[in-house]
């Protein structure tokens, strides 16, 4: 089973600031098969990113995707006030897929 | 507008099982893969398993032992059972689409296990 590291756990930023979330999988992942979620409480996961890079429908382009093989990042560049919430990677190149245990972006 | 749409049994007891539904609106059901995922409560994601519309199906091997889904085409809508439940199940339930990305999730059901 791939395990998928997230950090930090907790990043406290003010909005306007640039926000830079890892995740480090424990053995290779294509990029193809690694995706990036953001959930706000009490509401479901919702798709940001998948092929690593790729922004989902709807996405703003505040919201970026980067990285190969181990490491992969998640970037929002200025954040707005709907952006503090927990943040999720997942892989699905090899089964099981495994999600990250999360990132959570609250207000300094 | 593609919307997914779950119910099931809230509270269940120790040992009884688990049965949850996901009916798919507006969309290709054959077009997809279909996920169950969970997350207990103030915890992360885990991945549960997958069922194509043909009813080939991927499971966790954490919870294969347990875990049945199928699907029912005439309705466009997917199950998940879970057998022998524990404490330890007791999570808010996520219907999804996808497979290697899931682009659109149920509105979740928190189910309960306890005695």
């Known amino acids: 089973e791939i395990v998928l590291t997230q950090s930090p756990g907790t990043l406290s930023l003010s909005p306007g600031e640039r926000a830079t979330l890892s995740c480090r999988a424990s053995?290779?992942?294509?990029?193809?098969?690694l995706a990036w979620y953001q959930q706000r409480p009490g509401q479901a996961p919702r798709l940001l990113i998948y092929?690593?890079?790729s922004r989902a429908t709807g996405v703003p382009d505040r919201f970026s995707g980067s990285g190969s093989g181990t490491d992969f990042t998640l970037t929002i560049s200025r954040l707005e006030p709907e952006d503090f919430a927990v943040y999720y990677c997942?892989?699905?190149?090899?089964?099981?897929?495994?999600f990250g245990q999360g990132t959570k972006v609250e207000i300094k | 507008q593609v919307q997914l749409q779950q119910w099931g049994a809230g509270l269940l007891k120790p040992s009884e099982t688990l049965s949850l539904t996901c009916a798919v609106y507006?969309?290709?059901?054959?077009?997809?893969?279909w996920s169950w995922i969970r997350q207990p409560p103030g915890k992360g994601l885990e991945w549960i398993g997958e069922?194509?519309?043909?009813?080939?199906?991927n499971y966790n091997p954490s919870l294969k032992s347990r875990v049945t889904m199928s699907v029912d085409t005439s309705k466009n809508q997917f199950s998940l059972r879970l057998s022998s439940v524990t404490a330890a199940d007791t999570a808010v339930y996520y219907c999804?689409?996808?497979?290697?990305?899931?682009?659109?999730w149920g509105q979740g059901t928190l189910v309960t296990v306890s005695s």
């Open positions: 053995q290779t992942v294509s990029s193809s098969f």
């Open positions: 069922i194509t519309h043909s009813g080939i199906t």
């Open positions: 507006g969309g290709s059901f054959s077009a997809s893969y």
């Open positions: 092929g690593a890079s």
């Open positions: 999804a689409r996808g497979s290697s990305s899931l682009s659109l």
């Open positions: 997942q892989q699905s190149g090899i089964s099981p897929r495994t």
